[in-house]
C-alpha cells in the first residue's frame, strides 16, 4: 500500500503552471525508494517492522509481507551485532552503517544502515557491488594525497579546478563539476573536469527554478546524494495490513530516497545516467555543489567510495572557507588601515563632512572600492565622485530611513527603488550604513550599472512544457539546454561580504566616538553647571555684603561734603564730587552684578502670558525715556501668546526697546516689535538706530563691557545684554543680533529649544 502525498495548497494546472510551483513539492515524502536497496521502519523500543518496501525479497530473501509485523531479529542473523552498534551511536544525523550481513544465496551480501527522522527508526538495506570490478583498495590513499594538494593549491578558483579533477579520477564519473550559488538561487559552474568530447558546461549559469528550494535544503541536510540509475523505477514502501501504520515517511536522510520526477527528467534531458552529489556549505549555509555525472551509462558507487567521498566533501567545504577568505586577505587589510586613519581622524574632528570626504587622503571611497560615496548629516549633504544629485541623494535618505536598516546593500536598486532608474549609470548598486535611529544620518556608497552578458543553459524565460496524460497535469522540467545570452543591466558590481563588515564596523566606530563626546560634553556640561552655581552664589554674596560698606563711604562723603561747605577749597570739593560719583559707579555695577547673579538663582515661574501685554509693560517702564527721546512704535500684528516668566521676559523686552531709543542719532526714530512664525516662535525688536559693526557683535553680550564710552548714548554699566541673554537661555531660548552699522539693528529671542528637522 502506498502512501498519498500531502497535497499542494493550489492545484498546478495548464493554465498556472510554472517552474516556481517545484518550490511547492514535498520531495521529503516519496512514498517510495530506489531499487538497489530495500528500506523497513522499525518501531522502537520493540524493534518491530511496520513498513517495509515492496522489493525486499530481491534484497534480503524474504518479502514484504513475510517480514512485515516481524522483530529485526527475526530477520537478520546480524540482528544482536546490529542493535549493539545503534545503541551506541547516534542516528539523528542521518544514515550510519551498522553491519555487514550476507544471505543465503546472495553472491555478495548487503550493507545496513540505520538512522531516525520524523519519529521512527529507518534501516535501509543496500546491495553490496562486485568487489572485484570496484577495488577500493586505494581510496585512502587517493584521498590523502587529494588533501594534502587541495591544502597547498592557492587561490579558490585553482582550488575548485584541482578539487573536481581529482575528485573525478577517483570515483570514475565522466562530468564532476563545482556550482556555486547566488543570492537569489541561481548559481553558475565556475569549474568543470570532463573528458574529451563532452559538452561543456563551464562559465553556464541556471535559474534558481533548476534547482528548488526542497532540492536546496535536503543538499545541505545531507553529505552525499547518490543516483546510479536515473532511469530507475521507483519502489513502493508496503504498510503491514489495514491496521498498521501507514504514515507518511519523512526521508530527508535516506540513502535510498526516490527523487523527484522532476529532478529525473531534467537529468535525463541533459543526457545523465547516474550521479553522486556533495554538498558546498560555509558557516552552516548551502555556498554550493560538486556534482559529478555519468554519461555513458548507469554507475553504482561502493559504500567505501562513498564514504571517501562524503569525507572529502567535509574537507571541501572547511578548505574552501579558508581559500575564499585568504582572497580577500589582503583587502580586508587594505580596509582596516584604512578604516583606522578615518577613525583617528573622527577622534581628531567629529565633523563626518570634513573628516570623511576629503580628496586628498583617506575617504569613504578609500575604504569600500566604488565610483561614488556620500555623507548625509545634519541635514546636509557631502558628495565625492560619480554620485546621483544631491536632489536624488536626499529622495534616496529618506526612502532608506523608511527601510529602519543599520546596513542596507543591493546591486540592483532600481529594482527595489524604481526613482534609481533615473541614475542607475551611477548608482545601480548602494550601500548605505544608518548612523542612528533617531536621525536621518547616513552613509552611502555608489557602483554604477554592469552590463553582463549571461550564458544561461537554455531560455530562463521559455515556457514550461506541460504534460497531460491519464488525467493528470505533469510539470516537465526544461528540455532545452543550447546556450543563451542575456544581457543583464541595472545592477552593478555585487558588494562583498568584507567590504559590508567595513561598512558596519566604521559605524560602530563612529557611534563610539559620538557616545564618547557626548558623554565628555555631558561631563563638562555638569562640570560648568557647577561651577556657575558656585559663581553665581558667590557674585551673590559679593555684591550683597559689598553694598553696605559702599552705602557708608557715599554717607561719609555726602557728609563731609556738606558739614565742611565753605571751609575746603575748589580742589578738595573736587575730589569729594569724585568720590561720590565713583560710589554711584560702584553701586551701578554692584546692583547690575546681584541682579545677574539672581537671574541665574531665581525660580522661573512660567505659566501662559500674552506677548502683547508685557511688551505693553516693558513700554510703560520706558515713558521717562520716551519723553527725553520720542520715538514711533511699530507693532506689525499681534504677537500671541507663549509659556514663560512674565517678569523676567518683560525686562528682556525693557532692555531692548530702551537700547534701541538710546543707540539712535536718527532726527526720526522708530522701534519694531514683531513675531515670526517659526519652530519656535522667534520674536524680534528692530530699530533704526546707529548699529553693530562685526567685531562688536559678540562683545555686546559680555557683561560690563561698552563698546561705547562711559557717557555715550546715555551711559550704563554693559549688562542688560547680558542679564537678557541669560534669561532667554534659561527659558531653553537664545538671543541673536542682525546688525549693520548707521542702519539699525535687529535684535531676535527664543522661548523654547529648536526642534531638529
Known sequence: MTRSQPAVKDAVTAKNVDLSNCDQELVQFPGAIQPHGAMLIVDEPDYIIRQASANCEAIIGRSANDVLGKRVADVFAAAPRMLEQMQRMSLENGPVHVVRESFAGATNGVNIFAHRCGGVLILEVETIADPAAEPTTHLYSD??????????????????????????????YDRVLAYKFAEDGSGHVMAEAIPEGLEPYLGLHYPASDIPAPARRLFGASWLRHLPDVSYEPVALVANGPSGTSAPIDMSYAILRSVSVMYSGYLKNMGVHSTMVMPLMKQGQLWGLISAMHHSGPRHVPYEARMAAEFLSHMLSLLMSGKEDADGYEQRLRMTAV????????????????????????????????????IAARGSFSLIGQTPAEDDVAALVDWLSK?????????????????????????????????????????????????????????????????????????????????????????????????????SALRQSILEIILSRAEEVDRVNRQLAEVNVELDSFAYAASHDLKEPLRGVHHLASFLKRGQEGRID?????????????????????????????????????????????????????????????????????????????????????????????????SQRWIEIGVERASPTRYYVRDNGIGISASAKDRIFDIFRRVHGEHEFGGGVGAGLTISRKTVERHGGRLWVDSLPDEGSIFYFTLGPERSA
Not at 590523502?144 to 573525478?168: K, Y
Not at 501685554?613 to 504677537?639: G, K, N, Q
Request: hydrophobic fraction near 40%; include cysteine; charged fraction near 25%.
Open 570 to 666: 575748589d580742589e578738595g570739593r573736587q575730589q569729594l564730587e569724585t568720590i561720590l560719583k565713583l560710589t554711584r559707579r560702584m553701586d551701578d555695577l554692584i546692583e547690575s552684578l546681584l541682579q545677574y547673579s539672581r537671574t541665574g538663582r531665581v525660580e522661573l515661574m512660567l505659566e501662559t502670558h500674552d506677548m502683547d501685554e508685557l511688551v505693553d509693560e516693558a513700554l510703560m517702564s520706558c515713558r521717562r525715556l520716551f519723553a527725553e527721546r520720542p520715538a514711533d512704535i511699530r507693532r506689525p500684528m499681534p504677537l500671541g501668546t507663549i509659556v514663560c516668566d512674565r517678569v523676567r521676559v518683560r525686562e528682556v523686552l525693557s532692555n531692548l526697546i530702551s537700547n534701541g531709543i538710546k543707540y539712535n542719532d536718527k
Open 403 to 503: 527601510m529602519n536598516q543599520p546596513v542596507f546593500c543591493t546591486e540592483q536598486l532600481s529594482e527595489l527603488y524604481p526613482a534609481a532608474g533615473n541614475f542607475r549609470s551611477v548608482a545601480s548598486g548602494v550601500l548605505a550604513v544608518r548612523l542612528s535611529q533617531q536621525t536621518r544620518d547616513f552613509l552611502l556608497w555608489f557602483r554604477p550599472e554592469h552590463v553582463e552578458i549571461v550564458n544561461w543553459a537554455g531560455n530562463p524565460e521559455k515556457p514550461v512544457v506541460v504534460s497531460e496524460s491519464d488525467g493528470e497535469v505533469k510539470l516537465q522540467p526544461r528540455r532545452s539546454f543550447a546556450l543563451w545570452k542575456e544581457s543583464v543591466t541595472g545592477r552593478s558590481e555585487p558588494w562583498r561580504q568584507d567590504e559590508r563588515e567595513a561598512a
Open 339 to 374: 578604516a583606522d586613519q578615518l577613525v583617528e581622524g573622527l577622534c581628531r574632528n567629529p565633523d563626518l563632512h570634513v573628516s570623511l570626504v576629503a580628496p586628498d587622503q583617506p575617504n569613504l571611497m578609500s575604504l569600500i572600492p566604488s565610483q561614488g560615496a556620500a
Open 143 to 172: 584521498v590523502r594525497e587529494t588533501i594534502a594538494m587541495l591544502e597547498a593549491c592557492q587561490g579558490l578558483q585553482n582550488f575548485f579546478d584541482l578539487a573536481v579533477e581529482r575528485i573525478r579520477v577517483f570515483t570514475g
